[in-house]
Every structure is written in structure tokens, then in C-alpha cells.
């Protein structure tokens, strides 16, 4: 989870240095098009064109309209803000996946816990608040971060019965054939530096995913949560580093908060606080 932390700060860094010279829709296409083959040689490799096979094909087309539709909005938005403020209002991914596990999957989710997710809501509404031109912008990265969320519970649901490779080929399939429809009407011949700018989405956000599948197939996505709180880190050095922008007050202070619920979360999610006590008094 911290390599898909990781490698998806990269990617939302590298999207921001091509937003304003490029549609959407052209990096998306790159983000898909790049790790397109090799995962389809991947898998195909590990026993042939019977690999590819599922016995989903609804589940696997609302997951890939759930990852399409958050990465659109994730792209536009991200020309608009800094990177610190996208992780802050990000930060909301544990808190909806928490919600959602409870309304779709069934999982229990005590008041507390509900608490927690509703707190870490009304932090987000006093940052996503009026402040000027980037209010709307806010909102577009808040329901990007509600669609991946969503998405995170489909992966869940889809690794039950189908492969991490599967899921990912169908993920940039999906991606690659929507926005290769709309590049008649949008596509912008890049020059040498922003080809390989390009490429790199596709690189890191490929990554991203592979690593994301693994992890949830491994875990529940409640107790990767902490995980996903490394994402201030890089997005701070990026905007330090890349555009000589400081972190606001509010946003640090903001992150912190929802951090916090969404440490709580995933605490009472995998009891590791009562184990270490345990554990502790155990061993006095």
C-alpha cells in the first residue's frame, strides 16, 4: 500500500505538470494505453487467453465506470489545486469506504466508527467551503474521491473470484478503448518532453493500480487505511520541490483531523490497539 501511495503521488504530480497544455481525456488515454500491453502479456503468459476469462463482466464494467469517472475528475481538478490540498480532501477515501462497506457489503460498523466518518466529514466541508475560485474544483476532487472509494469496494468484491491481472486488464481495457473514442475531437501531437511526461502517468498510474489490487486482495481496504496518510507527505514535496508552494494551516490542520478518524477507523477495523495491550500486559 505505501509503494501504491507512492506511485500514485507521482502520477498526480506528473498529471498536473501536463493539465494545462492537454485534455483530460488524452491523459487518461496514456494512463490506460501504457501498462495496456504488458499486462495483457502478463497474464496471458501465466496460462494463456483462458486467464482473461470472468465470470463477472457487470461487476468488472461498474468498477472501470467507477475508476474512469475518478480519474476524469481527478485530472481536471488537480489543475486547479495544490497537491496538499487534493491529499487533504483524498484523505476522505478510508471514511467512505468505511461507509460504503457497511451499506453495500454488510459489514458492521459501530456508532463510534460512524462517528468517526461523520466527523471527518464536517472537516471537509469547513475546508472545501467558500474560498474563492477553487471551491468548485474542491468539490470535483471530493467526488472523485467518493467514485474511488467505490471503486476499492468493487475490487474487494471482484478478487473474491478473479485474479489481480484480470482485474487490471479489464481496468485499462475499459480506459484505454473510452478515451481513444474522444481523441478525434481533443488529441494535441506532444512534443519530445511531454511524450515522456505522458508516458510516466501511464507508468506510475499502472503501478498504482497493480499495487492496489495486491493489497486489497491481501487486506481489507479498512486496515490499508493508515497507509494512505503517507500521501501528504509526497504532496507536500512535490509542491515544495515542483512549484515552491507551502501547505496552508488549514489544510495541514484538516488532513490531521481526518487522519485521525480514519486512524480510528482502521484501528477498531483490525483490533491492533487491543492486541498490543494485550500483548503487553502479557509479557509483564
Same mark, same amino acid.
Given at each position: 500500500?505505501?509503494?501504491?501511495?507512492?506511485?500514485?503521488?507521482?502520477? @498526480?504530480? &506528473?498529471?498536473?505538470?501536463?493539465?494545462?497544455?492537454?485534455? &483530460?481525456?488524452?491523459?487518461?488515454?496514456?494512463?490506460?494505453?501504457?501498462? /495496456?500491453?504488458?499486462?495483457?502479456?502478463?497474464?496471458?503468459?501465466?496460462?494463456?487467453?483462458?486467464?482473461?476469462?470472468?465470470?463477472?463482466?457487470?461487476?468488472? *464494467?461498474?468498477?472501470?465506470?467507477?475508476?474512469?469517472?475518478?480519474?476524469?475528475?481527478?485530472?481536471?481538478?488537480?489543475?486547479?489545486?495544490?497537491?496538499?490540498?487534493?491529499?487533504?480532501?483524498?484523505?476522505?477515501?478510508?471514511?467512505?469506504?468505511?461507509?460504503?462497506?457497511?451499506?453495500?457489503?454488510?459489514?458492521?460498523?459501530?456508532?463510534?466508527?460512524? =462517528?468517526?466518518? *461523520?466527523?471527518?466529514?464536517?472537516?471537509?466541508?469547513?475546508?472545501?467551503?467558500?474560498?474563492?475560485?477553487?471551491?468548485?474544483?474542491?468539490?470535483? /476532487?471530493?467526488?472523485?474521491?467518493?467514485?474511488?472509494?467505490?471503486?476499492?469496494?468493487?475490487?474487494?468484491?471482484?478478487?473474491? &473470484?478473479? @485474479?489481480?491481472?484480470?482485474?487490471?486488464?479489464?481496468?485499462?481495457?475499459?480506459?484505454?478503448?473510452? @478515451?481513444?473514442?474522444?481523441?478525434?475531437?481533443?488529441?494535441?501531437?506532444?512534443?519530445?518532453?511531454?511524450?515522456?511526461? /505522458?508516458?510516466?502517468?501511464?507508468?506510475?498510474?499502472?503501478?498504482?493500480?497493480?499495487?492496489?489490487?495486491?493489497?486489497?486482495?491481501?487486506?481489507?481496504?479498512? =486496515?490499508?487505511?493508515?497507509?494512505?496518510?503517507?500521501?501528504?507527505?509526497?504532496?507536500?514535496g512535490f509542491d515544495i520541490l515542483l512549484w515552491q508552494m507551502q501547505p496552508s494551516a488549514t489544510t495541514l490542520i484538516g488532513a490531521a483531523i481526518i487522519a485521525v478518524a480514519g486512524l480510528y477507523i482502521a484501528q477498531r477495523e483490525s483490533g491492533f490497539a487491543t492486541r498490543l495491550l494485550s500483548s503487553l500486559r502479557q509479557r509483564r
Amino acid at each position: 500500500m505505501l509503494l501504491c501511495v507512492g506511485f500514485f503521488s507521482s502520477m @498526480s504530480a &506528473t498529471v498536473k505538470l501536463l493539465a494545462g497544455d492537454y485534455s &483530460t481525456w488524452q491523459i487518461i488515454l496514456f494512463r490506460n494505453l501504457i501498462p /495496456l500491453p504488458i499486462v495483457f502479456l502478463v497474464v496471458v503468459g501465466r496460462g494463456g487467453l483462458d486467464r482473461l476469462s470472468t465470470t463477472r463482466p457487470g461487476l468488472h *464494467f461498474v468498477r472501470n465506470a467507477f475508476a474512469l469517472l475518478s480519474n476524469l475528475l481527478l485530472f481536471f481538478g488537480l489543475g486547479y489545486v495544490a497537491l496538499a490540498d487534493a491529499s487533504a480532501i483524498q484523505f476522505t477515501s478510508p471514511l467512505f469506504v468505511t461507509a460504503l462497506s457497511a451499506l453495500v457489503l454488510g459489514d458492521r460498523v459501530g456508532p463510534r466508527r460512524w =462517528i468517526a466518518v *461523520f466527523g471527518g466529514f464536517c472537516v471537509i466541508l469547513f475546508m472545501v467551503a467558500p474560498s474563492g475560485e477553487v471551491q468548485w474544483a474542491s468539490l470535483i /476532487l471530493l467526488a472523485s474521491t467518493l467514485l474511488y472509494g467505490s471503486m476499492v469496494i468493487a475490487t474487494r468484491i471482484l478478487s473474491r &473470484t478473479d @485474479s489481480s491481472g484480470v482485474i487490471f486488464f479489464y481496468l485499462c481495457l475499459a480506459g484505454t478503448l473510452v @478515451s481513444a473514442a474522444v481523441m478525434p475531437w481533443v488529441w494535441i501531437t506532444p512534443g519530445a518532453a511531454d511524450l515522456l511526461l /505522458l508516458v510516466l502517468v501511464g507508468v506510475f498510474g499502472g503501478l498504482s493500480q497493480w499495487t492496489l489490487v495486491n493489497a486489497v486482495r491481501m487486506v481489507s481496504p479498512a =486496515i490499508l487505511a493508515p497507509f494512505e496518510y503517507s500521501l501528504i507527505l509526497w504532496a507536500v514535496g512535490f509542491d515544495i520541490l515542483l512549484w515552491q508552494m507551502q501547505p496552508s494551516a488549514t489544510t495541514l490542520i484538516g488532513a490531521a483531523i481526518i487522519a485521525v478518524a480514519g486512524l480510528y477507523i482502521a484501528q477498531r477495523e483490525s483490533g491492533f490497539a487491543t492486541r498490543l495491550l494485550s500483548s503487553l500486559r502479557q509479557r509483564r
